[in-house]
């Protein structure tokens, strides 16, 4: 008689503990399919998008890592993906240049944010390898200025979408627009002091971050870093790093170094990796470390 009631007693404990656990699935279902699903075109938009979203969203992205916003074609698996969204944010200014097709396609209950809207943009120089591309330069993001314009295209969508949380999207813009200006305001003063700011790189890329600071950009490669640099590109940046001084070249975190190799070897300058956020990194951290990085190259003797 013991025996069955144990046996009785363990089948009750058996199936309380599997309904718990289905249960607790069925909520942690239920807490996923609350969150507003976000596509995200590449990973620093994306990163925005959490600042602004935190634990109310769900983000994908639809450049794979290790692959280049510029070059990237989509699948009809990543279009799919992107018509079962709530909410799709990508950068623009032909950053995406698949987007002008990929938009016709999907679905009209997907709201799309453009980030870059309304903010203060840098027409391409003169001459410029990338004038197919278009007429401004897409790197944003690399401004705390304007990647507050940014964040705030992206919580207006997300108020769109769910009006219910409008304070708390509002909360997180003005929490990130304030560390935001916390971190232009130590590093315009550290850049206040350096004497020297000629601001070598392999790719044009920190134009915008370059106006925040007063800092003069020379690069090797365009805008949109295609093809291979010219000998006369070569030299060019070679000579101004002879005549200007320069103690330090920057290049993109998982670029190829032999260009900027080059330029070490023939001028004695170090080399330095920072990051553009493309493929990898948290915004406020990322930023935080390229311009320690950069007012510590450019302050060197």
Excluded at 216 to 233: H, P, W
Aim: hydrophobic share 35%; glycine share 6%; aromatic share 8%.
């Amino acid at each position: 008689m013991k025996k069955k009631i144990g046996l009785i007693l363990a089948a009750v404990l058996l199936i309380t503990l599997v309904s718990g656990c289905g249960s607790d699935r069925k909520k942690d279902d239920a807490k996923s399919s609350d969150k507003i699903k976000v596509m995200a075109s590449f990973n620093a938009v994306a990163d925005l998008t959490k600042e602004i979203g935190k634990d109310k969203v769900n983000i994908s992205v639809m450049v794979p890592k290790g692959s280049e916003a510029h070059d990237f074609e989509p699948k009809p698996k990543d279009v799919a993906a992107l018509n079962e969204s709530n909410l799709f944010v990508y950068n623009g200014l032909d950053m995406e240049h698949w987007t002008e097709d990929t938009l016709k396609t999907i679905n009209s209950n997907v709201t799309i944010v453009e980030a870059s809207k309304n903010a203060e943009l840098l027409e391409l120089k003169n001459g410029s390898d990338d004038h197919e591309h278009g007429k401004y330069d897409p790197h944003i993001w690399l401004s705390l200025k304007e990647a507050k314009v940014m964040a705030k295209n992206i919580m207006e969508g997300l108020i769109k979408i769910d009006s219910k949380n409008e304070d708390y999207y509002v909360e997180n813009f003005n929490d990130f627009t304030k560390k935001a200006d916390e971190l232009l305001s130590e590093y315009e003063k550290k850049f206040d002091s350096v004497k020297n700011k000629n601001f070598v790189t392999g790719h044009e890329a920190f134009a915008y971050l370059c106006r925040d600071f007063n800092l003069t950009q020379k690069s090797v490669a365009g805008v949109f870093n295609e093809g291979e640099a010219t000998s006369v590109k070569l030299k060019e940046t070679i000579d101004y790093c002879k005549e200007n001084n320069i103690k330090t070249i920057f290049m993109e975190q998982g670029a190829s170094s032999k260009v900027t190799d080059t330029i070490s070897k023939e001028t004695g300058a170090s080399v330095e990796e920072i990051n553009t956020l493309e493929i990898e990194g948290t915004y406020m951290d990322t930023m935080k470390n390229n311009l320690e990085k950069i007012y510590s190259g450019l302050n060197k003797m």
